[in-house]
């Protein structure tokens, strides 16, 4: 037989492997591996929930030993004399804030996505940035502009005799709220706009319809899908919202849902846990139903969506002698969107007054700055801030990763239910992520240790923000071939090995994007956060809030400043130089 | 040694059944090749034996190692069976080179540096791809990815190879050198293979045996030769190559020939060892390359048909007809031309099949 000499001794090579130690000897590393992750998961998103749960469901604080199980928590609520007001505004709030961002998001997606308006590349970023920009720094923004005693406001009085508007209303508030929320209308459409089939446009075209018509009768109806999703997702995240609502609507006495809790559960003297619990439980009901809702409306839309398997460059529609007029519009709308936050909060960091009646060449200062880094308060949260993005971000990152991989290409029994778990978070408001973990904080001795750190806040921000790094993470594994992973498993890797040499290192850009949301996320996460800092702990966000409410406008708009600066060359950083996609 | 036992083998998807009753053994050092179209389940087999699937029933050993057994509820994980797979896709880990492709199976198996690169440089030697081991495979041409997955499958020497279309890949040319390749290689190996493949040719020259699978069952296994010449079936006799069939009615039976009627009238004795009856309905197949024809001027002989040339199709070593006879068409392969349009054909009885009409 002529063999090989190279494989001559394969008896005895084969005797030698099987006594050599299996990675996977020590019964099953990987199955160990999968319910780690799946328990942390699991510990991360119940543990903030059970505890609010509980609450609702006592007659006294939950860290009481003499706190009784009952429903009468439910009974006040139901029968609150706000309750009626505070439902009615914020189902309002929600419509009108989701219909103000479809509009200007859907208008500026087609416009961008499907026609040769002049300059859309840099239409598109700017229209986007807002979304880097916390709900706080926005809300200052208009504040400092629009609001009762705005800059623009004052300028236009002085002129009228009169105040042409007021901010501090339901339009007011939805207004503010939709153009925030504008640019995630865009993201979830441009997509599908940019996917639709040209031959649909041309098959009108022939039948003799102009442009507007083909944008009205063929373009809006297909994105139908894309509108229902963001309709839903702007509605539940306007109606969760807390900065707007408590910045313009708590000085008029407007209540909502998210500053109901707020007053009731931090501003009150002794706050109501009981009645707090049950309004918190009733949130997370109507937001979970919600969303559900939405799943389930899209499951059926789905199926309309045309996506051409071909990968055709759709012809972009010709605006013609319209396109100036549009150019300007859009121009106009950047101004009223972009501008409170670029010159109102920038402005006043600047100013020691931001006034018509007093010159800003006369008022420009650096006070504010010098007032900022001279309290240890203000300096601190910056340190704090960037802490947690950076060190949050980096355990998120990793850690999603890891969960991703159990989810995505294990054969780990639970795997379908842990995606449910791991989403879920999607489902629960951040003013109530941190409630319930400041429960869970007083209830739960052996989280006693975090109480007050910056560490509490690392693990609560990686619990609000699972979906996003999952929705980061998870396309990219779903496009890596299933035989990648395999042909190791055959040469001898086990799950771990696989992840770890093979898959991880090929997602490596994915969960750079993941670690790129999370840094931005958290450096402007507030919501959770406000129940949960204490003396030592704040972050950025918080000092905002409170030093807002004590009226230090000045030093606030500084910081508001350095939180824009720190975003905004991240996002710039991670885009040009790391080629990181951040969204989209 | 590395003898492959499988029995019983059956895999269902919710109420599909994809793999059902399947059973075979391969000898130490044999080719057997998993033949089927696609859908047939026999990716689905080789994904059950490599471990990266689990049976709904079945028992499979190695050498005697058993890697399952539904009965006993024993399953060996697909990363300790130490068996060597080779994609359609190959699987090249992209991010490695191809010295990392190859040792990584090594570095699980705590092989020290210096005897791992002796191993990869082995490896590479054996498929002649050693002046590539630094390059990535986005680097290497379709072939040559090829020979690297083989080689990253042949470095632990594992105790089985099995190869998942790993020619398809491959544009005409290069698949029919790569064939002889690799069935060269196996034997200087030694290595106990199965192979799975929807292309006949590939299995019939690289084979020692070949199973035939159709709607997850083994419909025939047998050597290349008794696969084609002896069908087990009419799907065996026209997805192996291919037949024309011909409906009858068995008229008589004698010392094991059937004599039997076409629709048209016309009469074919046929070679049977089934237990035919009379005025059961029949098929015949008959393969268009056995089938001879010559002008009708030359007289009618035994097993003849008289049928009509509508069309010639000539394909430079061998020219295509497309006859009637009767009511039933049929296709033959001749190496000759034929001036005429009636002609008769030949159907040798020995290259003749009869199945029971389904």
Redesign the interface.
């Known amino acids: 037989m002529g063999r090989h000499p190279v494989l001559a001794q394969k008896t005895r090579f084969q005797l030698e492997m099987r006594r050599a130690k299996w990675p996977g000897d020590m019964v099953s590393r990987d199955r160990s591996i999968q319910w780690l992750i799946s328990a942390a998961t699991c510990l991360l998103v119940v543990t903030p929930l059970a505890p609010m749960l509980y609450q609702s469901l006592l007659d006294k604080p939950l860290y009481n030993d003499a706190a009784l199980l009952t429903f009468a928590n439910y009974g006040r609520l139901i029968h609150h004399p706000d309750l009626p007001s505070v439902l009615t505004n914020t189902l309002l709030y929600g419509l009108v804030s989701s219909g103000i961002a479809q509009v200007f998001g859907l208008t500026a997606a087609i416009l961008i996505g499907r026609t040769n308006l002049p300059w859309r590349g840099v239409f598109g970023d700017l229209f986007l940035w807002p979304l880097y920009i916390s709900g706080l720094v926005l809300a200052f923004g208009w504040i400092t502009m629009y609001g009762p005693s705005g800059f623009v406001t004052l300028s236009i009085e002085k002129v009228l005799g009169f105040r042409p508007w007021e901010l501090y209303t339901i339009p007011g508030l939805s207004l503010v709220t939709g153009v925030s929320l504008a640019p995630l209308t865009f993201l979830y459409c441009i997509s599908s706009t940019r996917m639709q089939d040209p031959s649909l446009e041309d098959a009108a075209r022939i039948g003799g319809a102009g442009p507007i018509r083909i944008l009205l009768t063929i373009n809006l109806p297909l994105l139908r899908p894309a509108i229902i999703f963001s309709t839903m997702m702007t509605f539940v995240i306007a109606i969760e919202s807390l900065a707007i609502p408590l910045l313009m609507g708590n000085p008029v006495g407007l209540q909502f849902f998210t500053t109901f809790l707020y007053t009731n559960g931090l501003e009150r003297g002794t706050p109501d846990y009981g009645l707090v619990g049950a309004a918190a439980c009733l949130l997370l009901l109507m937001v979970s139903s919600l969303l559900l809702l939405q799943n389930y409306l899209l499951r059926r839309a789905e199926r309309f969506v045309t996506v051409g398997g071909k990968a055709t460059r759709p012809r972009l529609l010709d605006l013609g002698r319209m396109k100036w007029i549009v150019v300007a519009l859009f121009l106009a709308y950047l101004l009223l969107a972009i501008g409170p936050v670029a010159f109102g909060v920038t402005l006043r960091g600047f100013t020691v007054i931001l006034s018509p009646y007093v010159p800003i060449s006369k008022a420009l200062t650096l006070e504010n700055f010098r007032l900022l880094l001279a309290h240890e308060t203000y300096v601190r949260s910056i340190i704090n801030t960037l802490a947690i993005a950076l060190i949050g971000g980096l355990i998120g990152a990793g850690f999603i990763t890891l969960l991703t991989l159990v989810i995505k290409r294990s054969n780990f029994g639970l795997r379908r239910q842990l995606e449910h778990v791991a989403l879920f978070p999607r489902a629960v408001p951040g003013l109530l992520v941190g409630i319930g973990a400041f429960y869970a904080v007083a209830l739960l001795p052996f989280l006693s240790p975090v109480r007050g750190t910056i560490w509490i806040l690392i693990i609560v921000f990686i619990m609000r923000y699972i979906p996003t790094g999952y929705g980061a993470i998870a396309p990219a594994l779903m496009q890596i071939g299933r035989d990648i992973d395999r042909s190791a498993r055959t040469v001898g890797a086990d799950w771990w090995s696989t992840s770890m040499s093979i898959l991880a290192p090929l997602i490596r850009p994915a969960t750079l994007a993941c670690f790129a949301l999370l840094f931005i996320q958290f450096l402007n996460e507030y919501s959770s956060a406000v129940f949960l800092f204490s003396p030592g702990s704040e972050v950025i966000g918080t000092t905002m809030l409170i030093f807002w409410a004590q009226g230090s406008v000045g030093p606030v708009a500084a910081l508001a400043i350095i939180q824009i600066v720190i975003t905004t060359v991240f996002v710039l950083v991670a885009r040009r130089l790391l080629g990181i996609r951040i969204y989209g | 040694?590395a003898d492959v036992v499988v029995r019983g083998l059956a895999r269902r998807y919710g109420g599909v059944v994809a793999v059902e009753a399947v059973s075979f053994t391969v000898k130490n050092g044999e080719f057997l090749t998993l033949l089927g179209p696609s859908g047939c389940g026999k990716s689905t087999t080789l994904g059950l034996l490599?471990?990266?699937d689990r049976p709904d029933e079945g028992f499979m050993s190695v050498g005697g190692e058993t890697f399952f057994d539904t009965k006993r509820g024993h399953f060996v994980?697909?990363?300790?069976?130490?068996?060597?797979?080779v994609?359609?896709?190959y699987?090249?880990?992209?991010?490695m080179t191809v010295r990392d492709n190859i040792a990584?199976?090594l570095k699980?198996?705590?092989i020290d540096r210096g005897k791992r690169e002796l191993k990869v440089r082995?490896?590479l030697?054996?498929v002649e791809m050693e002046t590539y081991i630094d390059r990535y495979p986005n680097q290497l041409s379709g072939g040559q990815q090829q020979r690297v997955a083989l080689a990253?499958?042949l470095a632990?020497?594992p105790?089985l190879l099995?190869l998942d279309e790993p020619l398809s890949n491959l544009d005409a040319k290069l698949r029919d050198k790569a064939r002889s390749w690799l069935r060269q290689l196996q034997s200087?190996?030694?290595?106990t293979t199965i192979f799975v493949t929807h292309d006949q040719a590939e299995a019939l020259a690289l084979s020692d045996r070949v199973a035939v699978m159709d709607r997850g069952r083994i419909v025939q296994l047998g050597t290349p030769r008794e696969i084609y010449d002896q069908p087990a079936t009419p799907f065996v006799a026209d997805f192996i190559g291919s037949s024309n069939f011909f409906k009858g009615t068995v008229r008589a039976i004698s010392h094991g020939k059937a004599t039997i009627t076409l629709t048209d009238g016309q009469i074919l004795v046929v070679p049977t060892a089934l237990p035919l009856l009379p005025d059961q309905s029949v098929n015949i197949a008959c393969r268009p390359e056995r089938i001879r024809l010559s002008p009708v001027t030359e007289g009618v002989g035994e097993n003849t048909l008289r049928a009509k040339i509508v069309e010639e199709s000539y394909l430079g070593s061998r020219v295509v007809y497309t006859l009637q006879a009767g009511s039933e068409m049929m296709r033959v392969e001749a190496t000759e031309e034929i001036g005429e349009r009636d002609v008769v054909a030949h159907l040798p009885q020995h290259w003749c099949t009869v199945f029971r009409a389904s």
């Open positions: 040694m490599a471990g990266l994980e697909a990363e300790k069976r130490n068996l060597g797979l994609f359609q896709s699987a090249l880990w992209p991010h990584f199976a699980l198996r705590k082995e490896a030697a054996l990253r499958s632990y020497r105790t099995l200087q190996v030694g290595i």
